[in-house]
């Protein structure tokens, strides 16, 4: 069983062996390994059973090693690395040969983040390379958001995990590449689309949405908690459909009277969506038990991290 603690020195120690530790970042947990050694990097993906094709991000600890993998960087990805890191922003770059294969599914770009998070900056910063980490949760199931969701899962598969408490953000980051000198969001996440155009003006939006898409940014088949059916909307819609003693309720702000209360779970009583997003994956979680089949999820307003709420809902929602 992984130990779960705050000792950088043990998870660089691991780390430089070639194995896997589990680090926290204000986003999610992610899943670590020497990003620029092909074996720890073919760990990760066996231990998340995540396929081939799926590239992992490259997580550096300061600004200007970016530049040491990466053979270009556009003027406005320069400006929101500038602005926005460390923080919840994932920028695609075209890579250099530094940056094995593996790590980036073949494709000619890298996928590179500075975390926010002050233990993992400290461990980035002490390491002599780049550390590549997918979100620390099996293929295919919700992020995990504190460390006791990553011992659940992984604790069997990995060596350390570094205790950082609970995520501050709670939702992956936002995923932004390029096409030519335009950018485009891929995924969207813990920056909003509200706060990238204020800084770089107009931004297209190209969400995955095949299971397998050119820009893997997300797969359509995400998010969903366990053999759980996600269903959107308010409960007595599906009424006549599905058993409701075997099904509870996310709702933004607050309870339904019309519905057993042991049964909802409130994203947020303040009507704060950054909250909400913060409380997402824990309340999906939380309901990954017996006896429960079906959770049906009302959508956030769409404006700031309600989008990205939003996305993640329909992702776990189109699971069959
Ligand atoms: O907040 C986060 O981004 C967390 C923390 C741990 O940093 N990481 C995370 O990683 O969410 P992961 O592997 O679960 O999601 C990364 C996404 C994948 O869906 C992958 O397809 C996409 O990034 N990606 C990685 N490299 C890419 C590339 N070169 N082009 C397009 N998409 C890429
Ligand atoms: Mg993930």
């Known amino acids: 069983m992984a130990v ?59 600004f200007e090693a970016m530049s040491e993998f990466v053979i270009y960087v556009p003027e ?27 790590v980036t599914s073949g494709l000619p770009t890298v996928a590179v983040r500075i975390p926010d998070h002050p233990l993992t900056l400290r ?28 011992a659940d899962q992984m604790g069997h598969k990995i060596s350390y995990i570094l205790d950082g408490g609970v995520c501050d953000i709670g939702i992956e980051s936002t995923i932004i590449g390029f096409e030519g000198q335009d950018p485009v969001i891929y995924r969207l996440g813990g920056k909003s689309i509200e706060e990238i155009e204020n800084l770089i003006g107009k931004v297209k939006t190209v969400l995955a949405s095949s299971s397998r898409p050119d820009a893997p940014g997300m797969l359509l088949a995400h998010y969903a908690p366990g053999s759980k059916k996600v269903l959107l909307g308010q409960w007595h819609e599906y009424q006549d459909q599905i058993n409701m003693h075997e099904t509870v309720l996310i709702r933004f702000k607050d309870t339904d009277e019309k519905f057993p209360l042991n049964r909802q779970a409130v994203l947020s009583e303040k009507g704060d969506l950054r909250e909400a997003a913060k409380n997402l994956f824990t309340t999906l979680r939380r309901f990954d038990i017996k006896g429960i089949s079906y959770i049906v999820a009302e959508l956030m307003p769409e404006e700031g991290f309600g989008r990205a709420i939003n996305d993640r809902l329909r992702r776990a929602a189109s699971v069959d």
Do not use: C, M
């Open 76 to 102: 406005k990805a320069r400006k929101l690395a500038i602005n926005f890191w460390p923080g919840p922003l994932t920028l695609i770059l075209p890579k250099n040969k530094r940056i094995p294969e593996v």
């Open 4 to 62: 779960i603690g705050q000792d950088i020195d043990e998870a660089i120690r691991f780390l430089k062996d070639g194995n896997l530790v589990g680090i926290p970042t204000e986003t999610v947990y992610g899943l670590a390994g020497n990003a620029l050694d092909t074996e720890a990097v073919l760990k990760i993906f066996e231990v998340k059973e995540r396929p081939a094709f799926d590239p992992l991000i490259v997580h550096i600890g300061r």
């Open 123 to 150: 461990l980035l910063n002490s390491l002599p390379f780049p550390l590549a980490a997918p979100s620390a949760n099996p293929f295919g199931y919700v992020s995990p958001t504190s460390a006791r969701h990553v």
